[in-house]
């Protein structure tokens, strides 16, 4: 079984950045495909940002150019740079294995205008 324990959420204004990280538990991370996604109240749960074991990496439209995920395989840990956050970024983050299907517990990050 994998365990993922997010942290880096927060309060931020509009404009500014956070890192959230995902560290993984076992010694199979560099196998999995990650995920991060984000469900705002109300709202479905998105997937905001994947990447591979070989490092490819995708992002829904909306985050484009803002955010970066990334992955240090050594440290069992996958990260999600925000930059230039906005309001409606709004959302508990949660790291997801796309390989096996886990989540984790989920951040909250809240981004003023």
């Known amino acids: 079984q994998v365990q993922l324990v997010e942290s880096g959420g927060g309060l931020v204004q509009a404009g500014g950045s956070l890192r959230l990280s995902c560290a993984a538990s076992?010694?199979?991370?560099?196998?999995?495909?990650m995920g991060w996604y984000r469900q705002a109240p109300g709202k479905q749960r998105e997937l905001v940002a994947a990447?591979?074991?070989?490092?490819?990496?995708n992002y829904v439209d909306s985050v484009k150019g803002r955010f970066t995920i990334s992955r240090v395989n050594a440290k069992n840990t996958v990260y999600l740079q925000m930059n230039s956050l906005k309001p409606e970024d709004t959302a508990v983050y949660y790291c997801?294995?796309?390989?096996?299907?886990?989540w984790g517990q989920g951040t909250q990050v809240t981004v003023s205008s």
């Open positions: 997801r294995s796309e390989t096996f299907g886990y």
């Open positions: 076992g010694s199979i991370f560099s196998i999995q495909a």
């Open positions: 990447i591979t074991t070989g490092g490819s990496t």
